[in-house]
């Protein structure tokens, strides 16, 4: 079967956080995470049939909805979830933020890999901890973790968390098995609990195979909670719902009673109705998706290495958020952003959105019709060629 992901939909008046901010006319948005295709057929005819019955009441999570979460992992990635493991809440971001207030206490810290993505932070303030940044290496274009700077920060008493991003936004990367090992090692050494946030999991191109955090080790798994989500590759973000996966009963206990205590333990009927025909309906609507964005990020990458050279596109490993270098710019990425957004309406994110590490840089959002695609490259190089040295 064929799927359209070239047709533009127009969004503007429909409440689009995306779309709708700022109001302003021909202004094209190629900032926040979500995409501007159409979901998957089958999830659009089960929202339909539910949208039907016309009540729309507290919803109880039926046994087929961890079915669905199951099998998914189970035949798509290789990982065998035991449904009890399974914790529902409205979304990743509140999940990191109960998790964060179930293992930890004020003034604990939290690693993270920086640059990442900008939530982790507010969630790690919000609880009261503190951040503590594990930088990734960049070089020769491609980032990699620090290990010994890792070990350095996991060895702190105050350490309690690490936030791993797997793949990682913004930078792109797919974590190997030997690197996630390496990390785990770490973290086990050190009494260092790890939270795996894969919600871009099922986005990840030749190659470049996602591996869930938790699969790698009996130890591995005991010592960790993942968040996922429908949410990214079927273009769900309103309709507030993820799972966090927590095996170790303890802890598991703790992190569903901090999802109650922040109230984010009720979700929708169309959340349900969607994560099931996502995971049980759409598999081949996902891999024509992911062809289709593989060739975006080739159309982009072809782009700049014609039309602005001095400017690194990352490779892209996963999601479909592309890290740009734009230090020869020489005017820093907030300036960067502003002037995309001044002089020519095209709406990135800037660099330093993203913590330590994220200075120089803008994420430019790639999931859009080709044409759109195009019209922001164009947007672009008319601001980026005048900086030429």
């Not at 590759?233 to 999802?259: K, M, P, S, T, W």
Request: glycine share 6%.
């Amino acid at each position: 079967m064929k799927y359209d992901f070239d047709t533009i939909i127009p969004r503007r008046g429909t409440n689009s956080y995306k779309w709708d901010t700022p109001e302003e006319e021909g202004v094209l948005p190629m900032w926040v995470a979500d995409m501007d295709f159409r979901t998957a057929p089958a999830v659009i005819e089960a929202l339909q049939r539910r949208v039907a019955h016309g009540i729309f009441g507290y919803t109880k999570v039926p046994q087929a909805y961890y079915d669905a979460v199951v099998r998914w992992f189970g035949n798509r990635h290789r990982w065998q979830v035991d449904p009890r493991w399974i914790v529902y809440t409205s979304g990743v971001v509140p999940a990191l933020s109960a998790i964060i207030k179930a293992l930890t206490v004020p003034g604990d810290r939290v690693i993270v890999q920086t640059p990442a993505y900008n939530c982790f932070y507010s969630s790690i303030r919000n609880d009261g901890c503190e951040m503590s940044a594990n930088r990734l290496v960049y070089r020769d274009n491609r980032y990699t973790v620090d290990f010994d700077d890792l070990e350095a920060k996991a060895a702190d008493p105050k350490a309690k968390l690490l936030l791993l991003c797997n793949p990682h936004n913004p930078v792109g990367r797919v974590w190997t098995p030997e690197e996630l090992r390496r990390i785990g090692d770490i973290c086990l050494r050190h009494g260092v609990f790890v939270v795996a946030d894969e919600i871009h999991c099922e986005l990840t191109y030749e190659g470049h195979d996602y591996t869930p955090f938790a699969s790698l080790s009996e130890r591995f798994l005991m010592n960790s909670a993942t968040c996922v989500s429908p949410s990214k590759a079927f273009n769900l973000a309103g309709l507030q719902i993820a799972d966090i996966v927590a095996a170790d009963e303890q802890v598991r206990r703790r992190i569903d009673r901090a999802v109650n205590i922040n109230e984010v333990c009720d979700v929708n009927p169309f959340g349900v109705a969607a994560t099931i025909a996502a995971y049980d309906e759409s598999g081949a609507w996902l891999d024509a998706l992911r062809k289709y964005l593989w060739g975006n990020y080739e159309y982009l990458r072809r782009f700049f290495e014609e039309r602005l050279p001095q400017y690194p596109v990352l490779p892209l490993e996963g999601t479909y958020l592309v890290w740009i270098d734009c230090r020869a710019t020489g005017i820093g990425s907030d300036d960067t952003a502003l002037r995309l957004q001044k002089e020519q309406k095209l709406m990135v994110n800037s660099g330093t959105l993203y913590g330590p590490g994220g200075e120089g840089f803008i994420r430019l959002n790639i999931a859009c019709p080709r044409t759109l695609l195009a019209d922001g490259l164009e947007r672009t190089v008319r601001v980026l060629e005048r900086r030429r040295d």
